[in-house]
């Protein structure tokens, strides 16, 4: 859930040259984003990841700011929650984390 749903997730800190990391175990490539929106966005965005691989004995993907933005909108503001999925099948998210390069 996002900060304006009184979930942990500030969608403020979304920014043009971030994206999604998200480790899983499961099937490889399996690996979906869903951004939803109940208060006036994209009713439901699949986004599919731009780069994936292993890391820390799982699997990986990345979802840029950009993938996020053409399966969405910009309009940010009106998510209300987002869910990383399996595409078919079973998978374990271990971590979901919005990376920014340091400044």
């Known amino acids: 859930m996002t900060s304006k749903n009184y979930g ?4 403020s ?3 043009a040259n971030g994206y999604f990391y998200v480790e ?4 490889e490539n399996e690996l979906e984003l869903i951004l939803q929106s109940w208060s ?4 439901w965005a699949r986004v599919q990841p731009s780069e994936t691989g292993r890391a820390n004995d799982h699997y990986y993907a990345k979802f840029t700011y ?3 933005v053409k399966e969405f909108g910009a309009g940010f503001d ?3 929650q987002l869910h990383a999925a399996a595409k078919n099948g079973d998978i374990t998210v271990y971590s979901i984390c919005y990376c920014t390069p340091a400044k």
């Open 24 to 27: 899983y175990s499961g099937a």
């Open 40 to 43: 006036g966005g994209a009713n």
């Open 66 to 68: 950009a993938d996020c």
């Open 13 to 15: 800190y979304l920014s």
């Open 78 to 80: 009106k998510l209300d």
């Open 8 to 11: 942990s997730f500030d969608v």
